[in-house]
């Protein structure tokens, strides 16, 4: 059974970047069945997608960080990563890994890691 | 960007209750229209996938219908574990985008 981990540091300063790594357990992250994506949540808001990152490399970020962001893969240590560079207080929130499956659909997710970006 | 409007953000309800939510996209989605449930500090789940397919596992007091711009989340009879947020998504294109949520609480 895929399970995804979320782990980095929880507190970043402004205009530094923000970190996190997702493991994956119970599968290969060269599975070409699965992309491999972030997501976010502001405290009291909606979700949001940041984008993914398929086994052959293909990569699709949301327009609105685009070019704050970075999402790779590691196969050596089966596990992904995101960078979000620049950050300011509106980058604070919970952060989500999760495995996009062929209609879209995201599962598993992992349960979260909180980043909040403060001085 | 498609936009994902649920309603209500929120409702009071009672165990037993059938409860019913809704998602409106911007732009046809045709049926790439997804239902998460959100709990406060666990992963979130999948409950429905293109719009009407039941996810493994979930109990099937849960169903989802419609297609092209407007959805239907429906708990039949709500349970104590059902308070929850919910949230639609829709991956017909990127960037992927999700309804604002609909928090059930109970009344």
């Known amino acids: 059974q895929l399970q995804l981990r979320e782990s980095g540091s929880g507190l970043v300063r402004p205009s530094q970047t923000l970190s996190l790594t997702c493991a994956v357990s119970g599968g290969s992250i060269n599975n070409g069945a699965f992309t491999w994506t972030w997501i976010r949540q502001p405290p009291g808001k909606g979700l949001e997608w940041i984008g993914y990152?398929?086994?052959?490399?293909?990569?699709n970020y949301n327009p609105s960080l685009k070019s704050r962001v970075t999402i790779s893969l590691d196969r050596s240590r089966n596990q992904f990563s995101l960078e979000l560079f620049s950050v300011t207080a509106a980058d604070t929130a919970v952060y989500f890994c999760?495995?996009?499956?062929?209609?879209?659909?995201?599962?598993?997710w992992g349960q979260g890691t909180l980043v909040t970006v403060s001085s | 960007d498609i936009q994902m409007t649920q309603s209500p953000s929120s409702l009071s309800a009672s165990v037993g209750d059938r409860v019913t939510i809704t998602c409106r996209a911007s732009q046809s989605i045709s049926t790439y229209l997804n239902w998460y449930q959100l709990k406060p500090g666990k992963a979130p789940k999948l409950l429905i996938y293109f719009a009407s397919g039941l996810q493994s596992g979930v109990p099937s007091r849960f169903s989802g219908s419609g297609s092209g711009t407007d959805f239907t989340l429906t708990i039949s009879s709500l349970q104590p574990e059902d308070f929850a947020t919910y949230s639609c998504q829709q991956s017909y294109s990127t960037p992927r985008t999700f309804g604002q949520g609909t928090k059930v609480e109970i009344k």
């Open positions: 999760a495995a996009e499956g062929g209609d879209g659909q995201l599962d598993p």
């Open positions: 990152m398929s086994r052959s490399g293909s990569i």
